[in-house]
C-alpha cells in the first residue's frame, strides 16, 4: 500500500484542455513536494508545499496544500505537449526526521498537439 | 555541467555478476540516495547517507550494498544480479530544509 497515493494513473489529453492531479494519504507530512520526469531522465523538483492550504503557482501550473496537510493538487491550466511526462508527488512520511522521502506512484500525462 | 552524474548510463549483464553504479555531485551535499524506479511503483528507496560515516537501510536494500567514498561520491553494487533487479536506478542529493531531492540522469540496468 502506498503511503502517498496518487490520481489518476494515466491521463490522455488535448492540447489546451485543463486537468487537475491529486495526491493523497492518510497521514500528515509537513511538506509535499512534486516533480515531473521526462523520458529518460531523472524527477525534477517542480515545488515545495509547506503550509496547510497554501497555493502555489508556477506559471500554468497550480499546486494547493490540503488544510489537514493530507494532501496536494496540482492544477494545469491550457495543457501543452510539453507538459507531457510522469508527475510525482513526495514528501518525508511522519517519524522518519524529514530527510527520508518516499514517492506515490506519479501520474503519466500525455498532452496530445 | 550537471550537479549529479550517474555511470554508466545504460548497463546490460547477466545473472551472478558483480555490478557497481556510481555517482558524483557537484552540489555539496550531505545528503545522497540510492532509489530504483519499476514501472507503476514509483521511486522505492534503497539506501541512504548523510555524511561519509552514516549509511542508512532504506526499504527494499536486500541485495544490494553502498559505499560513501567521499561527500561527493556515493556508489551502488549489487554483489550477485538477479533478473527482478532489472529498473531503473536514480541518486539523488538533498541539502534543503525539506529535503528536496536533484536527480541524477539515471543508469537503466538489464539483468538477462
Known amino acids: 500500500t502506498q503511503l502517498l497515493e496518487q490520481s489518476p494513473q494515466f491521463l490522455s489529453i488535448q492540447e489546451g484542455e485543463n486537468l487537475t492531479v491529486y495526491c493523497n494519504s492518510s497521514?500528515?507530512?509537513?511538506?509535499l513536494q512534486w516533480y515531473r520526469q521526462e523520458p529518460g531522465e531523472g524527477p525534477v523538483l517542480l515545488v515545495t508545499v509547506v503550509t496547510g492550504g497554501e497555493v502555489k503557482k508556477l506559471k500554468r501550473l497550480t499546486f494547493q496544500f490540503g488544510d489537514a496537510r493530507k494532501d496536494s493538487s496540482l492544477h494545469i491550466t491550457a495543457a501543452q505537449p510539453g507538459d507531457t511526462g510522469l508527475y510525482l508527488c513526495?514528501?518525508?512520511?511522519?517519524?522518519?526526521?524529514?530527510?527520508?522521502?518516499?514517492f506515490g506512484a506519479g501520474t503519466r500525462l500525455f498532452v496530445k498537439a | 555541467d550537471a550537479d549529479v552524474t550517474q555511470t554508466p548510463r545504460n548497463r546490460i549483464t547477466k545473472t551472478g555478476k558483480r555490478i557497481m553504479l556510481e555517482c558524483s555531485q557537484t552540489?555539496?551535499?550531505?545528503?545522497m540516495y540510492w532509489y530504483r524506479q519499476d514501472p507503476g511503483l514509483g521511486l522505492q528507496l534503497i539506501y541512504y547517507s548523510f555524511d561519509v560515516k552514516d549509511i542508512n537501510k532504506g526499504e527494499i536494500s536486500d541485495g544490494y550494498s553502498v559505499s560513501r567514498q567521499a561527500q561527493a561520491k556515493f556508489s551502488l553494487s549489487l554483489e550477485s544480479a538477479i533478473p527482478n533487479q532489472t529498473a531503473l536506478y536514480f541518486c539523488?542529493?538533498?541539502?534543503?530544509?525539506?529535503?528536496?531531492?536533484?536527480f541524477g540522469p539515471g543508469t537503466r540496468l538489464t539483468v538477462l
Open positions: 497521514s500528515v507530512f509537513s511538506s
Open positions: 552540489k555539496g551535499h550531505d545528503r
Open positions: 539523488a542529493t538533498s541539502g534543503g530544509s525539506y529535503n528536496e531531492q536533484f
Open positions: 513526495a514528501g518525508a512520511p511522519p517519524g522518519t526526521g524529514g530527510f527520508k522521502t518516499i
